[in-house]
């Protein structure tokens, strides 16, 4: 598997935020984006996503079995800073939606993979992985903010893709929280998936390369 992006720039409004951005992920590799607010992480892992289009540049994923052009959103799993979860639905009613709809990512997988690697958890496995097994018939909305954090992340347990893309995913968590995450994202890796994250917090990540982003510097469109 390997996700690139090559000479990506991107605009908010009339600024541009950053330019001639590229980078290469194989299966087990990991990305860390740093910098200051502002500074275009969250924009960056965005584009990533397929939910903003680049100003130039192009973003391509390939895998083995994968279809030639196929869109790289359809092999991401995206965790921003909102949590994606309807408060009066139930923790399982919102993890069985985000199951049903994302569904497992079958093209390009390894056959060599563990059944466990390629395949979404069961809800309340994914409960558990996060620490919070058994409270899965609650509302959504009265879990506490680490606990809708905590929840937010298992949906990316629940249905199987190969690529992570974290904005700030220990948000509102505590310290024995971060490990739990921390071990799940490392897992991930150990299967052969990748992970593109951002954050204040450092995850762990002994292998991960960094990437600082600076911003920009307004209408002279240069990267500071």
Request: charge should be neutral; glycine fraction near 12%; aromatic fraction near 8%.
């Amino acid at each position: 598997m390997r996700l690139t992006a090559e000479n990506l720039s991107a605009r908010r409004g009339e600024d541009l935020i950053f330019k001639d951005i590229s980078f290469t992920l194989g299966s087990g590799e990991s990305l860390v984006l740093t910098g200051r607010n502002g500074s275009g992480k969250s924009t960056l892992l965005r584009t990533v996503a397929g939910l903003l289009r680049p100003e130039s540049g192009r973003i391509s994923w390939v895998s083995n079995g994968s279809e030639a052009g196929m869109r790289t959103a359809e092999a991401c799993h995206y965790l921003g800073h909102r949590n994606a979860m309807k408060a009066e639905l139930s923790v399982s009613e919102n993890l069985s939606f985000w199951r049903d709809f994302l569904g497992n990512f079958a093209a390009g997988r390894d056959s060599d993979r563990p059944v466990s690697a390629r395949k979404g958890m069961p809800i309340g496995d994914a409960a558990e992985a996060v620490g919070l097994g058994g409270i899965t018939h609650l509302p959504f909305g009265y879990l506490s903010a680490g606990q809708q954090r905590r929840m937010a992340f298992a949906k990316l347990l629940v249905a199987w893709r190969p690529v992570w893309i974290l904005d700030e995913p220990t948000a509102a968590l505590d310290v024995s929280a971060e490990e739990v995450f921390t071990a799940l994202i490392k897992e991930h890796l150990a299967a052969g998936g990748i992970v593109l994250a951002a954050t204040h917090q450092p995850l762990g990540l002994e292998d991960a390369r960094e990437l600082r982003m600076t911003g920009f510097a307004g209408v002279m469109e240069e990267i500071w």
